[in-house]
């Protein structure tokens, strides 16, 4: 009886080291056709992803469905912006591609934060000096918050050679309420310097609530 006990402990032991060392295969999402059919046009551009990415179809599938997330109010939930750079490396344009990419969402945010003060210049509610000193502070915190930007989700990454150098381009995503608040706080840093008068005429603009109305765009090309 014994033996019998032994020699089935051996043989589920045998199983388990046996199950251990078969490797289970990923199986990523299945994506639509319109998202096939756009890694198609990448790939046959001559496309590739780097090693140990997740593949192409999959990570467009990605980036198409974080630009439609929305908020419990309808708003945007990410930004998304697209960076590309050719480097004699990878490392240099890869690099160089992310730091475009950034720019470029944080560039949407201040677009539509200018938008609100031409509507007040437009509405008589500020006059153009206002309207200059507001934009300005906007731009120099705009710039800060690029520089310094975290948490940057690269939801598209791709490489191809051209010549003997490079191209890398990206698609960045970052929460479209954290970079507004990020640019607000600059804001608030850089109007310390101003009179108590000056701050509280400028109140409205570092109100997030105020950047809600109207269309928001929450990508750029």
């Given at each position: 009886?014994?033996?019998?006990y032994?020699?089935?402990g ?8 046996m ?12 994506v ?9 046009r ?10 140990g ?8 599938d ?14 945007p939930q ?7 750079s ?6 240099a ?8 990419a950034?720019?470029?969402?944080v560039?949407?945010l201040?677009?539509k ?11 008589n ?5 206002e ?30 050679p ?5 191209e ?25 310097a ?10 409205k603009?570092?109100?997030?609530e105020?950047?809600?109305?109207g ?7």
């Amino acid at each position: 009886m014994k033996i019998k006990y032994a020699a089935l402990g051996f043989t589920l032991l045998t199983a388990l080291v046996m199950q251990a060392k078969t490797p289970k295969k990923f199986k990523f999402p299945k994506v639509s056709h319109d998202v096939k059919k756009e890694a198609k046009r990448y790939e046959k551009e001559g496309w590739k992803t780097l090693p140990g990415n997740t593949p192409l179809k999959q990570q467009l599938d990605n980036a198409f469905r974080k630009q439609a997330e929305t908020t419990e109010e309808g708003f945007p939930q990410w930004i998304i912006a697209n960076g590309s750079s050719v480097a004699q490396t990878q490392a240099a344009a890869e690099m160089q591609a992310i730091e475009l990419a950034k720019n470029r969402l944080v560039g949407l945010l201040q677009t539509k934060m200018k938008a609100v003060i031409e509507s007040d210049v437009s509405n008589n509610q500020l006059d153009s000096k206002e309207a200059a000193s507001i934009t300005k502070t906007i731009e120099v915190s705009a710039n800060r918050v690029s520089k310094k930007l975290g948490r940057v989700s690269p939801l598209f990454k791709v490489y191809k050679p051209v010549g003997n150098n490079t191209e890398v381009q990206v698609l960045l995503g970052y929460s479209y309420e954290m970079a507004q608040k990020e640019i607000i706080e600059e804001m608030k840093f850089e109007l310390q310097a101003e009179t108590d008068d000056v701050r509280k005429r400028y109140e409205k603009f570092l109100n997030p609530e105020n950047y809600k109305e109207g269309e928001i765009k929450n990508y750029t090309e």
